[in-house]
């Protein structure tokens, strides 16, 4: 996909977001637990790409790159 269909493909998932919401409002129940469930998502989403430090980090650490034993006192 080109760099210039990028807003037109923004403004169809908006438009059939609308759209959607739209259809359900008889549904208010399930269109707010649905959207606060999406808020969440992205909450936690930006939280996770704004972190200081890369979880793979740790992921492939064993455990010798978090512990330093001093052998002057042993």
Known sequence: MSFALVPVAEAAL???????????????DVVTA?????????????????????FAKYQAAGINDFTHLDTAIY
């Open 14 to 28: 908006f438009t059939f977001g609308c759209l959607l919401i739209h259809t359900l409002r008889r549904h208010a």
């Open 34 to 54: 649905t959207l606060a469930c999406l808020a969440t998502l992205l909450v936690l989403m930006i939280g996770i790409a704004c972190a200081p430090e890369s």
